[in-house]
């Protein structure tokens, strides 16, 4: 129902529909869905400044994957081959990371940061699928700023990563 126009249903009150609304519905839907996922599939760029930029942009600025729309406050610890702590409701930020990171979500952690990657990646996935708030692919600058901090916020629904 979410990609049927409400005016689709009330035009049934206004006139004489001698075929089967169901099947109209139906056309109806899958059109309106197959147009939906192109549109989930146009990337703009954050302030559109010109019209042409519609068509043609270029990012100067990192942009990040943020995984669910949950909150998530921790303790912010950068993973290394020797970080030893103890993970559980922290942020933990690692550099780059790959499917040997998995163990990561048997720690309880509330979230994580990457410094590289991006929506596809394996752990993008991986937190999409167990609803762990995550950012994906904050560039080398605003991983620096995170790494130092001693308690981040992250915000998935606002898109907002805060020092605490």
Excluded: W
């Excluded at 922290?90 to 952690?109: E, Q, R, W």
């Amino acid at each position: 129902m979410a990609h049927l126009d409400i005016k689709s249903i009330l035009s049934l009150y206004a006139s004489l529909y001698k075929e089967s609304p169901k099947e109209r519905f139906l056309q109806e839907i899958a059109a309106n869905k197959q147009e939906y996922d192109l549109t989930c599939a146009l990337k703009l760029p954050p302030l559109i400044t010109k019209p042409e930029e519609v068509f043609a942009f270029f990012s100067s600025k990192v942009i990040p994957n943020f995984i669910t729309q949950k909150l998530a406050i921790g303790k912010a610890i950068e993973l290394d081959s020797t970080t030893q702590q103890n993970l559980q409701g922290s942020i933990v930020l690692i550099k780059s990371a790959d499917p040997g990171y998995d163990y990561l979500f048997t720690k309880d952690i509330a979230g994580f940061i990457t410094c590289y990657g991006g929506s596809n990646s394996h752990m993008a996935i991986r937190a999409s699928e167990l609803q762990i708030p995550a950012v994906i692919g904050v560039g080398e600058h605003a991983y620096q700023v995170y790494a130092n901090a001693s308690k981040i916020q992250i915000d998935c629904q606002a898109q907002q990563i805060v020092c605490l």
